[in-house]
């Protein structure tokens, strides 16, 4: 089978919609890692991603006859741009279906390379499953995103560019970003058939794990719920033929954070002053994270720089994670006595570190809570030196950086215990951003429960964050689980959050 995969990706029809991007060295990061780090430029394609490749691949393979009858595809993101690429250039029809909570910035990309649009469903599996029914009723040829040979052998001609663009012999490792895992598995299939002894190590966000997740069970699983920052990458199940070449190929899989992927953006900047999209910068994060565990020096490692299909409105959270993926900013929560010239006194302890965040309000008269944000400069060790410095001088300190709702919502609500109130529960939901979705959110909660906290901040995200305090009387919890469960927004509760005891909570 690998040899079929070679060959395939040797046949594969791709350079007349594709560039054979550049491999790039990354100095700025090499010397910071100790490492001799390479960015292939995938960035860099007409539609600012890889997956015209496997696309184009797909539709060049088609016969004529089968041609004609046209293609259809479901996506919101880059697929659905290399495939209306990809038929334009043949000169035959596409169909693009996208979920109509598909930014419009996305929905005019594919429509100004020449796509039919069909705005349906809430999410890609809706928007999936219409596609099938469509090809069927129409005819039209299913183009995969992933899980599909052509689509994959596409994808493998990346690999064959990087072993012409510099030799196995000085490769030690391939970083690639997994989603449904087609790009993973035409880069390994052509890699391991010539130079076993390259690594291939798969990339995926830690709440979008499903390759990382089935490898270790040994069979493929369908998650519950994905992660949707790195939008390119956020995929339930990975392929059937994906997964099988990845049990054969692929090294091992690591997991990164949202904070690591945004620090990863920034380091892609640095180096090349172009912004990856999250899913284009995970590669990246990867290596950071493989060479702290590895501890090692001088190795040659690839990154695939894989999309640079960035909604600009998301910069602002980027920027403002990356400073913590970066380990450039920790932040606390402190209890301070409240009493005068306590306040001075804490702001002297942290001497010459720069604050970037404080929040501080009067709790009660015995003490008071303070939400602080220091600059590091050198990482987790003087974060962990400053909390000891912090206990030691007699204030009670949490170390509040790795924890979501503090970032997310509570940073921006400081402000006061309520008194008084009770059987408040905390929920943090997560649901499709557009025009008036707040509202539907608000309204689908209902009246029959009292909204005690609300927290929302438009993060540029595609998806709203809210975190909302609810007065849920014990005798009516069960039915209001019924009721959030059918509304089928992703939601966690948060109520032992120590972030909100400590700021917000009763
Ligand atoms: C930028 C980017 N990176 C990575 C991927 C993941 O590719 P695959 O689904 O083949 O694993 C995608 C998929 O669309 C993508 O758009």
New binding site residues.
């Given amino acids: 089978m690998q040899e079929n995969y070679l060959e395939r990706i040797l046949k594969a029809k791709v350079y007349d919609v594709a560039i054979e991007s550049p491999l790039e060295a990354a100095p700025r990061l090499s010397r910071r890692l100790n490492n001799h780090v390479h960015f292939k430029r ?1 960035d860099l394609q007409p539609v600012f ?3 015209i490749r ?1 696309a184009y691949n797909k539709i060049a393979q088609l016969s004529p006859i089968v041609a004609v009858r046209g293609v259809i595809c479901a ?1 919101a ?3 659905a741009q290399g495939v209306a690429l990809g038929a334009r250039t043949r000169g035959i029809s596409a169909v693009i279906v996208m979920p109509v909570t598909t930014p419009q910035i996305k929905v005019q990309a594919v429509a100004d390379l020449g796509g039919e649009i069909v705005l349906y469903g809430e999410d890609y599996d809706q928007a999936y499953d219409h596609a099938v029914e469509l090809a069927r009723e129409r005819g039209l040829v299913f183009v995969h ?2 899980d599909d040979p052509d ?1 994959i052998a596409g ?1 493998g001609t990346i690999a064959m560019e990087i072993l012409r663009q510099r030799h196995g012999d000085e490769i030690d490792a391939i970083f ?10 035409g880069i390994a299939a052509y890699v391991k058939a010539l130079y076993p002894r390259i690594k291939v190590i798969g990339v995926q966000p830690e709440d979008s794990s499903g ?1 990382h997740d089935s490898l270790r069970a040994g069979r493929r699983l369908a998650l519950d719920r994905v992660g949707i920052f ?1 939008d ?2 956020a ?1 339930r199940r ?2 059937e033929e ?1 997964f099988r070449l990845a049990q054969l190929y692929v090294d091992e899989v690591l997991l990164v954070s949202t904070d690591q992927i945004c620090a990863a953006i920034q380091d892609i900047f640095e180096d090349t002053r172009s912004i990856a ?1 999250p ?2 910068a ?1 590669a990246v994060a990867g290596i950071k994270k493989y060479v702290a565990r590895e501890n090692c020096v001088d190795r040659n490692l690839v990154a695939i720089n ?2 640079a ?1 960035m909604n600009f409105d998301r910069l602002r959270y980027v920027a403002e994670r990356a400073d913590i993926g970066a380990q450039r900013e920790a932040l606390f929560a402190v209890e301070i006595p409240e009493e005068q010239g306590s306040f001075l006194r804490f702001c002297e302890l942290l001497g010459g570190h720069s604050v970037t965040e404080f929040n501080y309000r009067f709790g009660d008269e015995r003490a008071a809570q303070i939400f602080v944000g220091v600059a590091l400069t050198q990482g987790r060790p003087e974060s962990e030196a400053l909390i000891k410095a912090i206990a030691a001088a007699g204030y009670t300190v949490r170390d509040m950086s790795d924890n979501e709702i503090a970032k997310l919502h509570v940073r921006y609500m400081v402000g006061g215990q309520a008194q008084g109130l009770e059987h408040e529960r905390l929920y943090r939901f997560e649901f499709p951003e557009r025009p008036g979705a707040l509202l539907k959110f608000l309204r689908a909660i209902g009246s029959e429960w009292n909204i005690s906290l609300f927290h929302y901040r438009n993060h540029g995200s595609d998806y709203g964050r809210v975190l909302a305090g609810i007065q849920v009387p014990p005798a009516t919890r069960d039915e209001f689980l019924a009721h959030i469960n059918e509304l089928q927004y992703a939601y966690s509760e948060e109520t032992e959050n120590p972030a909100y005891r400590i700021f917000l909570g009763g």
């Fill in positions: 995938e991603s890889f997956k496997g996506s993101g880059n697929h995103p992933f689509v994808q690639v970003p997994i989603g449904g895992g087609g790009l993973i598995a390759m790195a390119g990458v995929v990975v392929g994906t999209e899913s284009g995970l894989c999309g299909n």
